[in-house]
């Protein structure tokens, strides 16, 4: 009976879900480390709605943003005909206080499963399993148009100006 015990515990230590647990925003912080305004950033993407689906490293799950969302971001597992579904509320989102929804304008994932959602009140970061692990405050006031990672930066575009981050992760490649 201990030695099935011990094969469970091993077994959830290296699930990526129990990875994913406790993953608080020192891991990936700097110290220090600030929003900067990107000299010479080139022309400004335009939005388009792929900016609000990421996938998990892996690819195994696809995470989705509603233009307008009910203060949850989805996700949908891969099916095996390679397809994805079905979608169900998966991490929920910080809103105003008052407010039940919250407009996500991008969706990010770093090498080890965190996904980033640039909202309007900053960019919400949450672990594999959905659990928030805060917000990062924005550059500047203004709703983020933009967010993708450019190796271990994370980069939000806010009206004509970009702003990039150094973070101790990168993105998904």
Known sequence: MK??????AAA???????LGQDMPLSQILIDGERWKKVENP?????????ERIAYSPDRSTMFVALPISAAFLQAAPKQADGGYGPFASYAPLRTRRG???????????????????????????FDPTGRLCGV??????????????EKDQLT??????????????????
């Open 3 to 8: 030695r099935f015990l011990l094969a469970v």
């Open 12 to 18: 959830l230590l290296v699930s990526s879900t129990a």
């Open 42 to 50: 080139g022309a400004r993407p335009e939005p388009s709605p792929a």
């Open 99 to 125: 407010e039940r929804r919250i407009a996500v304008t991008g969706l990010a994932v770093d090498k080890d499963g965190r996904i980033y959602a640039a909202t309007e009140i900053g960019v919400q970061v």
């Open 136 to 149: 990062l405050t924005l550059a500047a006031p203004g709703k983020p148009e933009f967010m993708v990672f």
């Open 156 to 173: 939000v575009w806010i009206g004509e100006t970009k702003y990039a981050r150094k973070l101790r992760t990168e993105g998904v490649k």
